[in-house]
């Protein structure tokens, strides 16, 4: 294996084969490639890592309550209060109650949040066109198998 993105050697031999720490570089190659692993445009944001890792949250949930995001990031409410309002006065996440129940208040991502989001990912959406341009329509079709049945695996070790 020529192409080495991670040292592999840190990872624990009893927990993955020959075989499964190729395909985890293989993977890891994939998606520093896309640019989804790339951290430096991350790195230019000015916040705090608790506060990027809400808004993570947020991208991928959607609508949190308040009390959710604390039960995600194992932060205490009030830790959390204060995170969101250094979020909200910075114009990315907006607050409101909740349309089923008005006690609880949710947050989510402000269109300026959402942009940044799109451009951070803008780059490995293209990178990623270009490459299955290059592809045939046999490959593409190869290469939709394979993550499908990835996907699906790591949704079924998330059950367990």
């Known amino acids: 294996m020529e192409y080495n993105l991670h040292d592999t050697t840190v990872l624990n031999e009893n927990i993955l084969s020959s075989e499964e720490r190729e395909i985890w570089v293989l993977?890891?190659?994939?998606?520093?490639?896309?640019?989804?692993?790339?951290v430096s445009e991350w790195m230019k944001l000015d916040m705090s890592m608790p506060q990027m890792k809400v808004l993570m949250l947020l991208n991928n949930h959607g609508t949190l309550k308040v009390s959710d995001i604390a039960e995600k990031m194992g932060a205490s409410l009030s830790n959390t209060t204060g995170l969101l309002d250094r979020l909200e006065k910075?114009?990315?996440?907006?607050?409101s109650h909740s349309e089923e129940d008005r006690?609880?208040?949710v947050v989510q991502l402000t269109e300026n949040a959402k942009k940044i989001f799109?451009?951070?990912?803008?780059?490995g959406h293209l990178k990623l066109?270009?490459?299955?341009?290059?592809?045939?329509p046999e490959e593409k079709q190869a290469v939709y198998e394979g993550l499908s049945i990835l996907s699906r695996a790591l949704e079924n070790a998330k059950k367990e």
């Open 103 to 105: 006690r609880s208040v």
């Open 118 to 123: 799109r451009g951070l990912y803008e780059k």
């Open 27 to 38: 993977y890891m190659k994939v998606l520093t490639s896309a640019g989804l692993g790339d």
């Open 129 to 136: 066109k270009r490459s299955l341009e290059l592809l045939s």
């Open 90 to 95: 910075s114009g990315f996440v907006k607050r």
